[in-house]
């Protein structure tokens, strides 16, 4: 419930994001053409309501590429990754009390779809606000810390929803902020958690 939450503080504030200053000259912000982006990862686990609790939230990394097609839609490969999760099966006791969630990382497919910030004002855009949707694999290896069952590595497919802001720091570099909610299927339903990531991207639309 929490990382819910902070998801919807999270696509707010990235929403209302102020404006840098107008550009002086005629710079297109919204080119089509191909871009790519590595940054950090703050992953926050969700995993409450079923068997697992945990409120160990980890770092991780990210990288992305992908192809603006159109004005207002693009299409991205990200793979994410966040450090190990520690975890307690909320279970009778004599049955696996603490696992640890290790390799915890993804690879999806996401659409994007921008705000056309630039039909409401020229100097808005430089800012670029987008909702996002993937699917993909999770994959994580969970290890049991009291010995009672043998560790296991696991890929399931994966749902991913969110959004972010894309803003032009120069012609072609763009920092990027972005809260995404993962719901991956099968062994690893328990699993979902939010990743809010941010870094930089660079833009070859321009070159």
């Given amino acids: 419930m929490t990382a819910r939450i902070t998801l919807g503080w999270v696509l707010a504030a990235l929403l209302l994001s102020p404006a840098p200053a107008a550009a002086q000259d005629d ?6 053409g191909w871009f790519v982006g590595i940054g950090g990862t703050y992953g926050m686990e969700d995993f409450d309501g079923s068997d697992l609790d ?6 991780g990394g990210n990288v992305y590429a992908g192809w603006r097609f159109a004005r207002y839609f693009a299409g991205d490969a990200t793979f994410e990754y966040v450090d190990e999760l520690d975890v307690e099966d909320a279970t009778p006791p004599g049955r696996n009390n603490g696992v640890e969630v290790d390799r915890f990382y993804s690879f999806t497919v996401n659409a994007r779809a921008y705000a056309p910030m630039d039909r409401l004002s020229e100097s808005l855009a430089r800012v670029q606000p987008y909702a996002s949707a993937g699917l993909g694999v999770l994959h994580a290896r969970i290890e049991d810390k009291d010995g009672i069952r043998s560790d296991d590595e696991k890929g399931r497919f994966t749902g991913r929803l969110g959004g ?3 803003i032009s720091l120069t012609e072609n570099l763009v920092f990027n902020a972005s809260a995404n909610y993962f719901l991956p299927t099968g062994a690893l339903s328990d699993l979902n958690f939010l990743s809010v990531a941010f870094g930089l991207g660079w833009r070859f639309g321009n070159d």
Avoid at 27 to 32: A, I, K, S
């Fill in 54 to 59: 945990s409120d160990d939230n980890e770092w």
């Fill in 164 to 166: 972010g802001v894309d």
């Fill in 27 to 32: 710079v297109d912000y919204m080119p089509d």
